[in-house]
């Protein structure tokens, strides 16, 4: 199946059409689009859950596209609209979700097999409330779990096994967390000056942490978790232990220090290593999850960059379902940092078993990349372009080598007086 994002004047963008594949890579300057561009994945991919959420709180159809615009109001304010007009569409093959502001009015539409999608969900509730058999008077219908696994395999069989995948967006400023470590969802619902997506990732984080350090069971992966564990330590630096609704560093050397009082890189990181950590032991309903991490090299030393890379290649291959990554970043070592899981992808392919054990000792097998579910996309003026060699598969090493560049040369010129 084939995802596609296509932008006409919206947040700086120009003109913007893109294909989406498993793992994909946007880079740039600040305030280039590729953030907001990641957003707007997010938003087009929770679409069919929203039906769903709507058709269980028994909204008719008007009801549920007018709180889809509401909730992109909500993730882009009007008054960071251009004045002009704007589309947004976004497709699953041939079918789309089309957003536009046309004569100052927002508009939705879909395509027939997306506008279907809600008397499906109506549907299947109908069917469910039938099955419904009270044990007293006082007993009230629930939803069953059943409806959710029912929908989803309908979204994925009209629009394509991607479409069903749960999104999950693992905003920047994740810092943020560090001084509310109880209570999280709590404090963010009732706050409405906070971003919505930190809000929406307060919920989902605070949920997650108590699997975090919880023992193995007797059918994980130990190995898979051991990987983990040691990238974890390489970028943080210690051990996180969660006690008393209080979250904790251990250290090397027995220092046990709270993670409000922790370095600003460990406070950044922390959310994000524990959310991968966790996506090996979760399973979500659907086929699969959607995963947008924005910026996961801040505040942190190139090393342990290339570390939080590796690590989200583990996650990629040994995920209890499959994952599908969007990725926003300013770092070069985070490009070069991937580029390499992808060569060692490709230099196995070619080896016997006793070169690929050397290959393995340099870098394991479990965080290795296909070289074909690869995109990366830089975003600059307005316009986008892939940075993928297609020939190697991999992102060109001329853009890479034209950050650095420009520093030399510099100091070239600096170098004359």
């Not at 963008?13 to 689009?33: K, P, Y």
């Not at 342990?304 to 969007?326: D, R, W």
């Not at 296909?370 to 297609?390: M, P, Q």
Request: net charge positive.
């Amino acid at each position: 199946m084939m995802e596609r994002i296509s932008i006409k004047n919206f947040a700086g963008i120009d003109t913007l059409d893109i294909s989406l594949n498993r793992i994909n890579v946007f880079i740039g300057r600040q305030a280039s689009g590729k953030s907001v561009t990641a957003k707007l994945i997010y938003y087009f991919k929770g679409v069919s859950r929203d039906f769903l959420d709507s058709a269980l709180s028994d909204k008719t159809k008007l009801q549920a596209e007018k709180k889809l615009l509401s909730k992109f109001e909500d993730y882009f304010p009007i008054d960071t609209w251009p004045t002009k007009n704007f589309e947004i569409v976004y497709y699953f093959d041939d079918n789309f979700i089309r957003l536009a502001k046309e004569k100052g009015k927002l508009k939705i539409k879909f395509s027939d097999a997306v506008a279907k999608l809600f008397n499906y969900c109506k549907r299947v509730i109908k069917t469910d409330k039938e099955r419904f058999n009270p044990q007293d008077k006082f007993e009230i219908y629930k939803p069953s779990y059943r409806i959710h696994e029912k929908y989803l395999s309908i979204v994925e069989k009209e629009l394509g096994y991607n479409a069903s995948y749960n999104p999950l967006f693992i905003p920047a400023g994740r810092s943020f967390f560090a001084n509310l470590q109880s209570s999280i969802f709590s404090f963010l619902s009732n706050n409405k000056a906070i971003d919505p997506f930190l809000v929406e990732f307060g919920s989902f984080y605070e949920n997650i942490k108590p699997l975090a350090d919880r023992a193995f069971s007797a059918r994980e992966n130990k190995h898979i978790f051991s990987l983990a564990n040691n990238l974890m330590l390489e970028i943080i630096g210690s051990r996180y232990l969660r006690e008393k609704n209080k979250d904790y560093l251990i250290h090397d050397d027995k220092r046990k220090i709270n993670v409000s009082f922790s370095s600003s890189g460990q406070q950044e990181t922390l959310p994000l290593l524990l959310i991968l950590k966790a996506l090996l032991k979760i399973s979500f309903i659907g086929s699969g999850s959607s995963v947008f991490i924005e910026e996961p090299e801040a505040h942190l030393f190139p090393a342990a960059q290339k570390k939080i890379i590796e690590l989200m290649g583990l996650v990629f291959n040994n995920a209890k379902n499959p994952t599908q990554l969007v990725i926003t970043t300013h770092s070069p070592y985070v490009l070069t940092s991937i580029n390499n899981l992808v060569q060692g992808h490709i230099s196995e392919s070619k080896l016997d078993d006793t070169r690929k054990n050397e290959l393995y000792n340099i870098l394991p097998k479990e965080y290795l990349i296909d070289e074909h579910f690869l995109n990366a996309f830089a975003f600059k003026d307005g316009k986008v372009e892939s940075i993928i060699n297609k020939e190697l598969g991999l992102i060109y090493s001329r853009y890479l080598d034209n950050i650095s560049e420009e520093i030399a040369i510099q100091f070239d010129q600096l170098l004359e007086f």
